[in-house]
């Protein structure tokens, strides 16, 4: 890790150790789940490339994209559409929410060439957790990865879905973060001693930080960043170096949270939606020891995908957080106060189940549709005579 890393990387854990939990609890949370969707946007939707159950999407230095196929596919795609396959995937655990995941460029991905990835892996009759990392080597227009490192591995294996593993770099990309899903195994987001759960803080190689929360004490505990989510397929930093989720809630409750080091969520003691059979769950303001949600849904838009804004083509977007919506078939920017509250903004419907969001280094917003024979979908402002 270089000066420049070591700096931004401190900068950032000052930033989230000032996030305290009392901050957080000085106003209720917006209900934005009944706001209409808007017909109308201001982007112009291309469709660039066709994927079969895509997962993820993550842009590389040079502009291409990495994309994930749940069944255990690898591409690099250019922006005019060109896939090429990567070999070297290893085996996927594809039932139901598990399979092939997210994927992530080192920080230093023009020197190292890393790629980080999660996956869901056969074992024990069900599928773990694994974050990895290889190397992308690319020779005589063929791609492949080489000298794969397991990171980091969920135990036991579940049955369950809501694997989580979504991957976010810190500033400065001193370290990891990772979502955990609770795997359809609710109680056990409140366990300290299960992965399930819970969002954990690794350095680079996989290895423990020192400043961790819990750093000086064994196993799961020492790489627990946060507590008490369910479902987080939203990761990211915003661009004041303040970490962000988004989780799926049950029968209502979807929720944006903001993430502080020790922090608990409350899954599954308390939350803004229900059970499926219809049996009530406390809501977050009868149990003010956990940290309540910025911004929930109900009815749900089952977030998927979480990207900040900071391009050009979109002005009035700069510092936005943009999530596609799977139950919600469309895009939501969500947009911050000085006081850091969170408000929904906009919310475009583009009857597609959106997977995945990514900026691209010139701006555009590009997002990946859910299912068989999905899009690729480019998003550029719309022109005054359309």
Request: hydrophobic share 40%; net charge neutral; with cysteine.
């Amino acid at each position: 890790m270089n000066a420049v890393h070591a700096l931004l990387g401190a900068c950032a854990l000052a930033a989230l150790l000032a996030s305290a939990p009392a901050a957080a609890r000085t106003a209720s949370a917006e209900n934005a789940g009944a706001l209409p969707a808007r017909d109308a946007a201001p982007f112009a939707v291309r469709r660039i490339a066709v994927f079969d159950r895509p997962w993820a999407m993550a842009f590389l230095p040079d502009g291409r994209l990495a994309v994930t196929e749940k069944a255990g596919r690898l591409f690099l795609v250019t922006q005019s559409g060109a896939k090429t396959p990567i070999d070297g995937m290893p085996a996927v655990y594809d039932r139901g929410q598990n399979g092939l995941l997210d994927i992530a460029p080192s920080p230093d991905f023009a020197q190292d060439g890393l790629l980080y990835f999660t996956r869901v892996a056969p074992a024990g009759g069900g599928g773990v957790l694994i974050l990895s990392r290889a190397r992308l080597e690319e020779s005589g227009g063929r791609a492949r990865l080489r000298d794969l490192e397991t990171l980091w591995r969920q135990q036991p294996a579940s049955r369950g879905g809501q694997p989580g593993g979504i991957i976010a770099f810190s500033p400065g990309g001193a370290h990891l973060f990772l979502s955990v899903g609770d795997r359809m195994e609710p109680d056990s987001a409140q366990d300290p001693e299960a992965a399930r759960g819970k969002i954990l803080r690794l350095n680079r190689d996989g290895s423990t930080p020192s400043d961790n929360p819990l750093a000086g004490q064994d196993g799961i505990r020492a790489l627990t960043w946060s507590t008490g989510h369910r479902n987080p397929y939203g990761l990211a930093f915003a661009p004041d170096g303040t970490l962000w989720s988004h989780e799926m809630g049950p029968r209502g409750g979807d929720e944006l949270n903001r993430i502080r080091p020790g922090g608990n969520y409350g899954w599954p003691e308390v939350s803004n939606g229900d059970q499926y059979s219809g049996w009530p769950i406390p809501r977050h303001a009868t149990r003010p020891e956990f940290d309540p949600p910025s911004l929930y849904w109900t009815p749900v838009i089952a977030p998927a995908g979480l990207a900040f804004y900071q391009g050009a083509p979109f002005p009035a977007w700069k510092g936005s957080a943009l999530i596609g919506g799977l139950r919600g078939e469309g895009l939501v920017r969500i947009a911050f106060r000085a006081d850091g509250a969170a408000h929904q903004a906009d919310r475009w419907a583009l009857g597609r189940r959106i997977r995945d969001v990514a900026v691209a280094p010139d701006g555009a917003v590009w997002l990946i549709e859910d299912g068989a024979e999905a899009g690729l979908l480019r998003l550029t402002p719309r022109s005054s005579s359309e």
